[in-house]
């Protein structure tokens, strides 16, 4: 872009700031009235540019700068790309000696004033060339900003003077080891994943700045400036040039349209922003998905696009500077060869003459010892062949024996599999697949689009294979290293969620897909039936660990009845695991890892033929109680005195472990008024374990809710239990969000504070105060759920099976409580189960009021209201 020719007269700082505020205004106005399109966002930038350029050359003379000067642009303001909001960064380039002239000092501060003072946020620096140099060979970034340098107005020998020094300083090697480090830990920042729920169009994998990145690094090295020089100079082809501008002009179309919806500088695409965002590209909801899904899944794809092509660009730049390329290669067979650690190709031609090889590729990248990765020629090749890859190509029996071999092989899925589906390979062969690349989920708790987090699945059901992971999984690494067919747990894991956003039930869809797999790929009955069923049945064990009680005999019997066997319990188990920790960072805990272990080894003992005989384990586990007390020098037969008052659903509800600590707290207390609040550092690793043992009350419960909640705990578990002389015996698992990254053991300091807090509240009289409103998430905001309530009898017409499913928010446990109190409902058992920002929460409750349809229905009622996200 040419420089600014300074011969307008000068205008008052008023007359500037109108001029410049107006101006902006207008083209913003322009933009935002015209049809969306890569070319309108392309212009709007360019003329943002030119507008600042001119005001910039106003303040420079309205300034007086002295004649030595330079003012130069730096950055994206440099490359002449200004968005709405962008950073507007310029470099005041001083001559030598400028710094100790204080005329030049003073007219320098002068400027950099009355660009703020007209609203031009400027970020400035203010160098010599010396100091620019100097300053660029310590900070990449410093030195990448200047590599976009660009003359707007002063002294143009000394600008030429700069370019030059810069250019001469330039270490082309440097520069591009420093950019692909950089580049690296902006993606680990980022998750190294370009589908983020949330991502930046910007700075995210697949965003923005990886283009950015290759123009920079080719620009440093002499090998061009723009897409079409890159072509000139045999980097790149005139179909990935287009593809390029294609997926370039979107990203910039969305961050121009991202800014000017947010009214801000604002380049993630966050939740709040995305339906606006995508109404402002003219899309609409329809039932089948929302607005803002048909945005993202656009930006999806082009992310893709652009993280592929930035990979075969940087590989063939540091072809070209460290001359990688001229290495020798080491044949494997006739169709590849192993380049330093690269998988190259044998001729460029190689998929199209032989198609079997694209399959071959992944397979090899699996078996070969030392590759790391493809090379560039490699990926363009595959990025070229991807219409080869059509029905006939997914019917070859050859293909899908190469398919079977890769999910066969001792090692590499994790890897093969995503290069597959960065390649977009994964995809076109398994056309189900394509379906949901890039698909969102808006659940409150996966993290993931669905193509992301079945990737991660099969990682987590890899690493149990993995003796190095061991220490992740011990148990699930101690059964699958017995399991007999690994496979059959990978293609459970492609297939498990691959079903959907198609509406109706994806296990359902999802189990004839993997049916209908199974039986092109020729997978024998027995392991075909098997991957059918765990994708059918892939939430079922984890909704009974979480929801239902497995003190019931019958509910170990029924799901005994299900699974059928130990190698289908096995897999499930492990799919399940698998599963859960795949879809959050948050949503995976150790209790919940607990209640999947339970069902397992309670499942596996009914499957032996072991008939569930309560009396007997009952008997077992008072027996194993009173051996821990006699390990604490507890006297014999004290427990008795408690033990007494205690039905028999409270030694079903209760492991040995717990039994022996409740008997040691309170063989002293058992008829004591006083409430007795003890807490230890919970035994299944994570927070804290808390006793409560008080005469009941209505409230009880609602208090300790209350109390938990403004002291900052989330509540994972909690056993209900009333004495024979009603007393509440109530043991509670909670962690606090705060803990969050500390060491188990930091809890300890926690005890004292909780135990004399929590007595305190159970002793207030009066009536409950009201709940807080608790703020919910921006994500809650943005996909709302309708909040459920459920309340039906059990089998037995005994007891009610009350559940709720709501957005998650603090204060909810407390709310749900003082209805129940209000109603005076008595609570058996709670399961309280967070999902992310959902919860799903399971009570078992009785009381005279259940018995009435009347009151059913307005404890119902008042129920929703106190979990609706406005109550």
Known sequence: MSAVVQEAPTRSLSALRSQFKDGKAALLEHFRASRPSAPAATKLTRALTKHVDATLADLWLHTAMPPGAALVAVGGYGRGELFPYSDVDVLVLLPPGGHGNDALRSSVEGFITACWDIGLEIGSSVRTIDECIAESQRDVTVQTALLESRFLCGSRRVFRTFRHANSEAMDPKAFLRAKTLEMRQRHVKYEDTPYSLEPNCKESPGGLRDLQVVIWVARAAGLGRTWSELAANGLITPFEVKQLQRNEGLLKLIRARLHLVAGRREDRLVFDLQTAVAESFGYQATKAQRASEVLMRRYYWAAKAVGQLNLILMLNIEERVDGSGDRPMRPINERFFDRGGMLEVASDDLYEREPHAILETFLIYQQVLGIKGLSARTLRALYNARNL?????????????????????????????????????????????????????????????????????????????????????PFCTQLASQFDHPYVLYVAALFHDVAKGRGGDHSELGATEARRFCRDHEIPRADAQLIEFLVKGHLTMSRIAQKEDLSDPDVITGFAKLVRNERTLTALYLLTVADIRGTSPKVWNAWKGKLLEDLYRLTLRALGGAKPNLDAEIEARKQEARQQLALHSALPGGEATLWDTLEFSYFARHDAADIAWHARVLARQVATTAPVVSARLSPVGEGLQVLVYAPDRDDLFARICGYFDGAGFNILDAKIHTTRRDYALDTFQVISPQMAGEPHAAYRDLIALVEAQLSAAIKREGPLPEPSRGRVSRRVKSFPIVPRVSLRPDERAQRWLLSVSTSDRSGLLYAIARVLARHRINLQLAKIITLGERVEDTFLVDGPALQQSKAQLEIESELLDAVSPTA
């Open 389 to 473: 890859m059509d029905a006939e190509f997914r019917r070859d029996p050859v293909n899908r024996a190469t398919f079977m071999a890769m999910l066969k092989q001792p090692e590499g899925q994790t890897h093969a599999f995503r290069l597959m589906n960065q390649t977009s390979v994964l995809g076109r062969y398994l056309w189900v697949f394509r379906r949901i690349v890039g698909q969102m989920q808006h659940d409150l708790f996966h993290v993931y689009t669905v193509d992301q987090h079945i990737l991660m699945v099969l990682r987590n059901v890899r690493r149990f294979f993995i003796p190095e992971h061991a220490h992740e999984y």
